[in-house]
């Protein structure tokens, strides 16, 4: 990875590329189950949990200490390969580590910034979303009681201590417009730091009095999810979402963030049932004259570009490599950019679906789990970083931890569903995240991003 991060950090200042993240050093993220880590790309390496722990003692712990250190040696294991995937396909207008870059690194020691994620209350069912991340979807979908969110009034007292030194805030998760603790965190933040900057992303949906009131007050950066400009299809992918209704609230938020001086932009998630789209929603957001953030979707396999076969992304890498997108403003061009590292990335799954391809030839169709694992052990054997004299412990580890998966699904009745996602996960993916976590944690994200089950 060393000429990609030399790429990298030529696109930032000099000052920042002393750490490859800052995100230690500046950042928490409280996740709603309590799970606090210092980023909200990274749910891996949990450095505390509320209420167990006060917010000072999460900020002070070892945990925090110890992946600023990782970092700070360009080691990504303790749960930042998401950011390391982007360097290596060179997607850096993607990549959540340069979001860090610009904030100050305080004297008293406090974050400069906080990140919330303390509900999944949403009201939308997106195809590519989950329980863990809407309400409506554990309810309707998951047929699941709703997640008891971890944080009381006593958290958003706790917060006092580090508002006044705070300068950027994130609120997400399910529709932060929907969820009233940070209706009421930001009320607190009105009152003793108006001048915080807040970032939410919003599905669009909600636009109340007391939430013009609120925004009003303090200076919002907007970013509105879409995922699709078409209504048949904005409606099939974000169930329950009208889009001659967000399309009203997307122009008042920007005529908002004109007016404030804060920043707008749209959210998409290139996927099986959109990409086509690409092109025609860059060309939406020039209109709006903002820019466009693409997410990357590996979950489910039925929405993921990654999860198709060569031979499908090569004929989708071929289509949008002809797309004629303006580059006049400074907006256009950088929006071009994003869509042409999207198409790059592409282009990295193409070949690691060529791998992937190669892998089931040599083992057989991967219909179980002993497939699974044989391809797991030769993928370990031939493509993978670690030593030779350690690749049969990681071996026997990672499937250990699957097979306590499979057991906890058997026993709510889901062996086959566990089976089939397990099946269906990337090698690569796999042999990064696992062997770095215990069962228990293990278990939490695949409940928490590949299959439902039961808490």
Known sequence: MGDELIKYNEKRVPEARTMVCWAPIKSLYFGFRGNTSVCCFNKIHVVGKYPDLTIREIWNSAKRKEITQRLAQNDFSLGCMGCEELIVAENFKALPAKNFDSLPVLRTGFPSKMDFELSNECNLECLMCRGEFSSSIRKNREKLPPIKSAYDSDFVDQLEEF?????????????PFLVPIYLNIWERMVAINPKIRISIQTNGTI??????HIINSMNFDIAVSIDSIIEENYRIIRKNGEWKKVLSNIHFFREYCREKGTHFHISYCPMIQNWKELPDVVKFANELDCNIFFNTVFHPKSCSINSLSSTEISKIVAFLSKSNLQSNTTIQKENKLSFLQVVSHFELWQKEALEREKLINQTGKIVDLETY??????YINENSDIVPKEQQATIEDIEAKLN??????????????ATQRIIEMDYKTVVQSLPQIDREHALYLFK???TPLPD
């Open 373 to 378: 694992f044989a391809g797991l052990k030769l």
């Open 404 to 417: 306590y998966i499979v057991s906890v699904a058997s026993e709510n009745n889901l062996h086959e569903t």
């Open 207 to 212: 636009l109340t009095n007391r939430i013009k």
């Open 448 to 450: 928490s991003f590949v």
């Open 163 to 175: 508002i006044p030194y705070l300068e950027n805030s994130h609120f997400l998760g399910g529709e």
